[in-house]
């Protein structure tokens, strides 16, 4: 995989630069991450992230989603039909990176160019599901 994401990224770091730049964001006209919120981990929640995702400018294909270790074990325990990473990424349909100092309440799709460390590349090739939250 041609990624950006190497061993040095600040996955606390990535995420919150990610969180402030929602296409909300009042007065700006640049191109803005897609965020929305998730309620739990779930494929349902993942599969509505990558929906999302594919409604904006995301190139479908090349998207990876980058999971904390706790939430890709949450996802095997919960969901029946996925015992590991390899079984949630023929799931989805998507590449599945986990990283363990990704934070627990984020989650991202992106396009593996989208980020170089911690810096946003390109904000339209990113989406970013908080979860926890209903709204």
């Given at each position: 995989?041609?990624?950006?994401?190497?061993?040095?990224?600040?996955?606390?770091?990535?995420?919150?630069?990610i969180r402030?730049?929602?296409?909300?964001?009042?007065?700006s006209d640049t191109e803005r991450v897609t965020i929305r919120?998730?309620?739990?981990?779930?494929?349902?929640?993942l599969a509505t992230l990558l929906e999302a995702a594919e409604s904006e400018h995301l190139e479908p294909g090349a998207l990876v989603f980058v999971l904390s270790r706790?939430?890709?074990?949450?996802?095997?325990?919960?969901?029946?039909?996925?015992?590991?990473?390899?079984?949630?990424?023929?799931?989805?349909?998507?590449?599945v990176r986990v990283e363990d100092e990704m934070p627990d309440e984020t989650i991202?799709?992106?396009?593996?160019d989208a980020i170089e460390g911690e810096e946003l590349v390109e904000p339209e090739a990113i989406a970013c599901g908080i979860v926890g939250t209903d709204g």
């Open positions: 995989m041609s990624s950006r994401i190497d061993a040095e990224t600040d996955f606390e770091e990535l995420t919150t630069r402030t730049q929602s296409q909300q964001a009042p007065g919120s998730l309620e739990d981990v779930s494929a349902d929640a706790a939430n890709a074990e949450q996802l095997v325990e919960r969901e029946s039909d996925i015992d590991d990473v390899d079984d949630l990424e023929e799931v989805l349909g998507r590449r991202l799709l992106l396009h593996p």
